[in-house]
């Protein structure tokens, strides 16, 4: 079983930056895919990124694509999401969530393990 904990959320201004970390204990990352969804206030939680261990293939969401960037650290059993251009619709809590093996999962029931989310707000 893998543990995943986020960190790097907080408050930025409209057209600023970000970079969320989902640190993994438990287990390594590798033969793992690791996705990050977002969930606004009111909303259901989407698709955002996913990473794929392996061969570090990647996937993004249309609304993100071009600004936000997933990545990963092998040594320090890491994964990272760089927002940049951050925009007030981008607000929410972003989670970041693993599955053993598979491909570029998008949907959420996809993953059987989740953290427990990290808050980010974008001021207009």
């Known amino acids: 079983q893998v543990q995943l904990v986020e960190s790097g959320g907080g408050l930025v201004q409209a057209g600023g930056s970000l970079r969320l970390s989902c640190a993994a204990s438990?287990?390594?990352?590798?033969?793992?895919?690791v996705g990050w969804f977002r969930q606004a206030p009111g909303k259901e939680r989407e698709f955002v990124a996913v990473?794929?261990?392996?061969?570090?293939?990647?996937a993004y969401a249309g609304s993100v694509k071009g600004r936000f960037t997933i990545s990963r650290d092998n040594a320090k059993n890491t994964v990272y999401l760089q927002m940049n251009s951050l925009k007030p619709e981008d607000t929410a809590v972003y989670f970041c969530?693993?599955?053993?093996?598979?491909?570029?999962?998008?949907?959420?029931?996809?993953?059987?393990?989740w953290g427990q989310g990290t808050q980010v707000t974008v001021s207009s």
């Open positions: 990473l794929k261990w392996s061969d570090s293939s990647t």
């Open positions: 438990g287990r390594t990352f590798s033969s793992y895919t």
């Open positions: 969530a693993a599955r053993f093996l598979g491909g570029l999962q998008l949907q959420i029931h996809e993953y059987p393990y």
